[in-house]
């Protein structure tokens, strides 16, 4: 079965500084694999994937991954934040070879950005 | 915005009531997924659905059960409702395997 962790429930980083948010991940086949952001009050929104090719993945607002299959890692990078990064990020794994297709959640980690 | 809808946004309810909740996916999206997030638990996934039919079940207790319909819409009944089934519900929509599309959620508080 598959699993995500993120194993930072909390990271602060002070504006302008780079900033890491850390994935691994286990599944039987090949991964699918995202991350989301949450606002306060607000539904999960989509910020990358990877699925196949590059290893470094480039989404939305400025944000980057790099997949990395010998550390079964998917960290999530920007080189300089911005304190409306402010938010909770979640990984999400999906299991290439799942037939039945379910896609599971790491519990997030909440990123503050110190202005 | 994501496209996909929820309703109702809020819902306050006593235990051992029943409750639905609805979610109209994507524009021609035809997997429905939902979700439940509480504060300890995190976003646990509950059931997939895909043009009709059941395809996945998470950590869906047997008090919880969900059906799409024809017009691919969704709802999730929560019935014989307790404290601990207070949280947020999310449903997502998506076209392939890709990435979800998440609706904007109910908030669910039983007293």
């Known amino acids: 079965a598959q699993s995500v962790a993120q194993p930072e429930d909390q990271v602060n980083v002070a504006e302008g500084n780079p900033l890491t948010v850390k994935c691994t991940y286990s599944?039987?086949?090949?991964?699918?694999l995202f991350w989301y952001v949450q606002y306060p009050n607000r539904g999960l929104q989509f910020l990358l994937k990877?699925?196949?090719?590059?290893?470094l993945v480039k989404g939305s607002y400025g944000f980057e991954a790099e997949f990395n299959k010998s550390q079964t890692s998917f960290h999530l990078k920007k080189p300089s934040a911005l304190v409306s990064d402010s938010a909770l990020y979640f990984c999400?794994?999906?299991?290439?070879?799942?037939?039945?297709?379910?896609?599971?959640f790491g519990k997030g980690t909440r990123l503050h950005i110190l202005p | 915005d994501s496209g996909v809808t929820q309703t109702p946004k809020h819902l306050i309810t006593a235990t051992g009531q029943r409750v639905t909740l609805r979610c109209s996916p994507r524009?021609?999206?035809?997997?429905v997924y939902w979700y439940q997030q509480s504060l300890d638990q995190g976003l646990q996934f509950l059931i997939h659905?895909?043009?009709?039919?059941?395809?996945a079940k998470g950590n869906i207790l047997e008090r919880f059960s969900a059906q799409q319909f024809p017009d691919l819409h969704s709802e999730l009944n929560l019935s014989s409702l307790e404290l601990g089934d207070s949280a947020l519900y999310f449903c997502?929509?998506?076209?392939?395997?890709?990435?979800?599309?998440f609706g904007p959620g109910t908030r669910l508080t039983v007293t």
């Open positions: 524009s021609g999206d035809l997997s």
């Open positions: 659905y895909y043009n009709g039919e059941e395809r």
């Open positions: 997502a929509s998506s076209a392939d395997r890709g990435q979800q599309y």
């Open positions: 990877y699925i196949t090719g590059d290893n």
């Open positions: 999400a794994v999906r299991d290439m070879r799942d037939r039945d297709d379910k896609i599971i």
């Open positions: 599944v039987s086949g090949n991964p699918y």
